[in-house]
Structure formats: structure tokens, C-alpha cells
């Protein structure tokens, strides 16, 4: 994504990383639902919920920045 955000044109780059991270936020939310109950996830289960609180950061990033076309 380092490499992409660097290359591709800003509306590009901000649709690409919302997608992306709504994806990944998705499949974390999906592993913190199927681990519920089990005493010994409670590791990945917070580490889930970290991960979904960055992706829902990238997102309000991404909806929010300014962008200016390149010349």
C-alpha cells in the first residue's frame, strides 16, 4: 500500500484505502464473532478490536483528506 499510495492518483489512492481497510475490518470482526466464548482467544479477540479501531481510522482518514489532482 506504500508503494500504491505514492503512485496512484489521489481519488484512486483514497477509494483504494477505504475499500481495503473496510475489507480487513470485515475479516477482523469476523474472527472476533467466531472466537466469542472461548476464554483462551482473549488475546486475539483485543487484538481484533485494535485492528478494527485502526482500519476505522484509515477509513475517516481516507473519507476526509484533501486531495489535489497532479499536474
Not at 3 to 15: E, Y
Not at 42 to 68: C, D, G, R, S
Request: proline share 3%; with cysteine.
Amino acid at each position: 500500500m506504500i508503494f500504491l499510495s505514492v503512485f496512484l492518483k489521489p481519488q484512486i489512492n483514497k477509494w483504494l484505502n477505504i475499500c481495503i481497510a473496510a475489507l480487513y475490518a470485515a475479516m477482523s470482526i469476523l474472527i472476533i464473532v467466531s472466537t466469542l466464548g472461548k476464554a483462551w482467544h482473549t488475546f486475539y479477540i483485543l487484538f481484533n478490536l485494535i485492528e478494527v479501531f485502526v482500519f476505522a481510522m484509515i477509513i475517516h482518514q481516507a473519507w476526509n483528506w484533501p486531495f489535489k489532482e497532479h499536474s
